[in-house]
């Protein structure tokens, strides 16, 4: 690294102490950029990237309610508006124990570059709070989406903040987030919130969408060695709204995913996840809320491994042909890396958010696995975000088959943008570079236009 990129990664490490997950996200960041910075030196006298890694705002809040047996309890609420050059600050809201301020940052972060790559007029922020939905009744989780709320209002609108979904805040949250919004505010301004019900205001294919544009994405990686999807064994970890849309869509292109997972361990299914079992996950994932451990019972020609603290996860040493990480950052490390590679798989598409740690990258790298990174990747769900915003605008419905060909071109756009920037900049192949810098150069040159700010 330059000695300037490695003095401003130091401030970061400095400025933004006990935020290991933000300084990992900007240093996998920083590698690409450094290559344009020799190429920009503009960028560089108006301090581009000294700004960019700064939120432009952050916001934290008490979030008190109270459970359905009269106690009183506080969570910590927080929205990071991180960039807003291009639009309005875009980004989901995370409901999980582990959320603070440095996670929420990287997330922000990462918004930047992936919403730069879908070309629509999206800023870049991240929000949520540190409450664990699990265990907790419906009117417990309206209560506290009711308090997060009445908060958060004052901070958000159409042309402002957008917030979406995110790990732990679907439609459930979204419903009640929507209501309270309105009440408070006296309107019924749909563009404040995407992934809405589709009977008032939301976008049809948006709860589909992450799933389904990281399956795009694989398949356009594919595609570049004259491959298809068809008849490949894939891995999938999660088992919420990305893993879900990730499974139908594989078997909608004649895959055969064999695993999902949750915190308390993976399936393994060899006879391949169907429509059937997969309807059955739906029901127990979104209305039961139940565990991923009960899959067995139902289906016995599956096997459950429970999770365990261990330097590697054997969801990944599963032997396959793809990998679609769809659950949470870091759940691939270096070990991880390379069983998926001895075991075969020649292509991870992520559709969480930084699931695969610096070293683990690299060995996908040096073991020439195709890496789609998540920026790219799972760009399809606040993509269709961006689009419901726009049917919200006009006050239209699309048809599903009319958003879907748009994700699909959308995401097949993303995929030759990383390719012809990655050899622009002399990184054939590499998805991660091609990614980072068109997304930094979009973001850059709207920051450059508007001055000092
Ligand atoms: P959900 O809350 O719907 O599902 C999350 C899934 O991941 C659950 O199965 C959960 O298990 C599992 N999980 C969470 N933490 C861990 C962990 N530490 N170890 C193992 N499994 C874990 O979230 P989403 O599907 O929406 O999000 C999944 C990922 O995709 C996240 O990284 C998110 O940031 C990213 N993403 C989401 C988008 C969206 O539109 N929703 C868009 C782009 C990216 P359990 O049920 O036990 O909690
Ligand atoms: O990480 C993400 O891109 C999301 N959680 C979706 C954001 C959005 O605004 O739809």
Not at 282 to 298: C, D, F, I, S
């Amino acid at each position: 690294m330059s000695e300037y990129v490695d003095q401003l990664l130091t401030n970061v490490a400095t400025k933004n102490p006990h935020e290991p997950e933000f300084r990992q996200a900007v240093e996998e960041v920083m590698e690409s950029v450094e290559l344009v910075l020799e190429r920009h030196p503009e960028y560089r006298d108006a301090k581009i990237v000294e700004r960019i890694v700064e939120p432009e705002r952050v916001i934290q809040f008490r979030v008190p309610w109270v459970d359905d047996a009269g106690d009183v309890h506080v969570n910590r609420g927080f929205r990071i508006e991180m960039n807003s050059a291009l639009g309005p600050y875009k980004g989901g809201l995370r409901f999980h124990p582990a959320v603070y301020i440095g996670k929420l940052k990287f997330l922000a972060f990462e918004q930047i570059f992936k919403n730069a790559l879908t070309t629509l007029p999206m800023g870049a922020g991240k929000g949520g709070a540190d409450f664990d939905p699990k265990g907790k009744t419906d009117t417990e989780v309206m209560r506290f989406c009711q308090s997060f709320m009445t908060e958060l209002q004052r901070h958000i609108g159409p042309d402002t903040d957008v917030p979406a979904g995110d790990v732990g805040v679907g439609g459930r949250e979204i419903g009640f987030l929507f209501g309270q919004y309105r009440r408070i505010r006296n309107v019924h301004a749909g563009g404040v919130l995407t992934g809405k019900g589709v009977g008032w205001g939301g976008s049809l294919i948006r709860p589909e969408a992450t799933g389904y544009g990281a399956v795009y994405f694989a398949e356009e990686m594919l595609a570049t060695r004259d491959e298809s999807l068809e008849g490949n064994r894939c891995l999938v970890s999660g088992s919420g709204n990305v893993a879900q849309y990730t499974v139908e869509k594989l078997l909608d292109l004649g895959a055969k995913p064999i695993t999902l997972s949750d915190t308390g361990g993976f399936v393994y299914d060899p006879d391949g996840i169907d429509r059937e079992k997969l309807a059955w996950v739906m029901t127990l994932k979104n209305e039961r809320r139940g565990r991923m451990r009960e899959y067995v019972e139902a289906f016995p020609s599956a096997t459950f491994t429970p999770a365990e603290a261990g330097d590697a996860n054997p969801l990944w040493a599963v032997p396959a042909d793809c990998a679609f990480p769809s659950a949470i950052e870091n759940e691939i490390n270096e070990k991880d890396a390379v069983n998926l590679a001895n075991g075969g798989v020649k292509v991870v598409s992520e559709g969480a958010n930084m699931p695969t740690t610096p070293n683990g990258v690299q060995v996908f790298f040096d073991m020439g696995v195709m890496y789609g990174p998540g920026k790219a990747a799972n760009a399809g769900g606040v993509a269709v975000s961006g689009l419901e915003m726009s049917q919200n605008s006009m006050r239209v419905t699309w048809d599903r088959e009319v958003v879907d060909d748009r994700l699909r071109t959308i995401m097949k756009r993303i995929h030759q943008q990383c390719r012809e920037t990655a050899e622009d900049y002399g990184k054939p192949g590499s998805y991660f570079h091609g990614a980072n810098i068109a997304g930094f150069t979009r973001v850059a040159d709207a920051m450059l236009a508007q001055g000092v700010i």
